[in-house]
């Protein structure tokens, strides 16, 4: 199961940062910082600022659950929202929610590909359609993968998520029959085509109707 990844964050009091959300985020992006809100459990939000790195840590952590530590206090939370630039490359804002570890949560959790088919002897290959697939489980349980097993697959065989062994108490969010990955036989590569020699030309094509007017 994957573990809190603990950091330590700034509480942010948001008198200081008045302006629209992209100012706001420009300013603290100049100093390394990224804007965030954690929320949930009817207490009341808290405005927090994170360092880019921090972030960057926390999107990549299986199941993005984490314990922040702000003063004294740490608050075990999962990212609910990233907000992008328009680019997609700089995130902007981050949205945490309050869980406890007994409590029951959807995120999203990646597949872990295991073993190589035996159709890639066959002249097959494996297509991977689906990366990763939403869950429910509980907040301190969250799987740091699902382990999928294709040695097995021959040519036109596949994994559907009726297929997956999942750890105890996960259920996926998603149709038993979704196809998640298949071998598909390889397309032959093409010949390559041989240039023609520089200074040579291709011979004339002569139309029908032109062939008819010569010979009149």
Same mark, same amino acid.
Request: hydrophobic share 40%; glycine share 8%.
């Given at each position: 199961?994957?573990?809190?990844?603990?950091?330590?964050?700034?509480?942010?009091?948001?008198?200081?940062?008045?302006?629209?959300?992209?100012?706001?985020?420009?300013?603290?992006?100049?100093?390394?910082?990224?804007?965030?809100?954690?929320?949930?459990?009817?207490?009341?939000?808290?405005?927090?600022?994170?360092?880019?790195?921090?972030?960057?840590?926390?999107?990549?952590?299986? %199941? =993005? *659950?984490?314990?922040? &530590?702000?003063?004294?206090?740490?608050?075990? #939370? $999962?990212?609910? /929202? +990233?907000?992008?630039?328009?680019?997609?490359?700089?995130?902007?804002?981050?949205?945490?929610?309050?869980?406890?570890?007994?409590?029951?949560?959807?995120?999203?959790?990646?597949?872990?590909?295991?073993?190589?088919?035996?159709?890639?002897?066959?002249?097959?290959?494996?297509?991977?359609?689906?990366?990763?697939?939403?869950?429910?489980?509980?907040?301190?349980?969250?799987?740091?993968?699902?382990?999928?097993?294709? %040695? =097995? *697959?021959?040519?036109? &065989?596949?994994?559907?998520?009726?297929?997956? #062994? $999942?750890?105890? /108490? +996960?259920?996926?969010?998603?149709?038993?029959?979704?196809?998640?990955?298949?071998?598909?036989?390889?397309?032959?590569?093409?010949?390559?085509?041989?240039?023609?020699?520089?200074?040579?030309?291709?011979?004339?094509?002569?139309?029908?109707?032109?062939?008819?007017?010569?010979?009149?």
């Amino acid at each position: 199961m994957a573990d809190a990844v603990k950091f330590r964050v700034e509480p942010r009091d948001p008198q200081k940062n008045v302006g629209t959300g992209s100012r706001v985020a420009r300013r603290l992006r100049a100093k390394g910082l990224i804007p965030g809100v954690i929320y949930g459990h009817k207490l009341a939000v808290t405005p927090i600022t994170l360092g880019r790195d921090v972030v960057n840590r926390l999107i990549k952590s299986p %199941g =993005h *659950l984490a314990d922040l &530590e702000i003063g004294a206090t740490t608050e075990t #939370v $999962l990212i609910r /929202d +990233v907000q992008w630039d328009h680019l997609g490359k700089e995130v902007l804002h981050v949205d945490f929610s309050r869980v406890s570890a007994e409590e029951m949560i959807e995120t999203e959790v990646a597949l872990e590909i295991r073993g190589v088919p035996v159709g890639a002897a066959e002249g097959g290959s494996l297509e991977v359609l689906v990366r990763s697939l939403s869950v429910n489980c509980k907040a301190g349980s969250i799987p740091e993968s699902i382990k999928v097993e294709v %040695g =097995h *697959l021959k040519v036109d &065989e596949g994994i559907h998520v009726s297929d997956l #062994v $999942l750890p105890p /108490d +996960v259920t996926v969010n998603a149709d038993a029959e979704l196809l998640l990955m298949h071998v598909v036989t390889r397309a032959p590569e093409a010949e390559p085509v041989a240039a023609a020699p520089e200074g040579t030309t291709q011979p004339e094509v002569i139309k029908p109707e032109r062939k008819e007017k010569e010979k009149e």
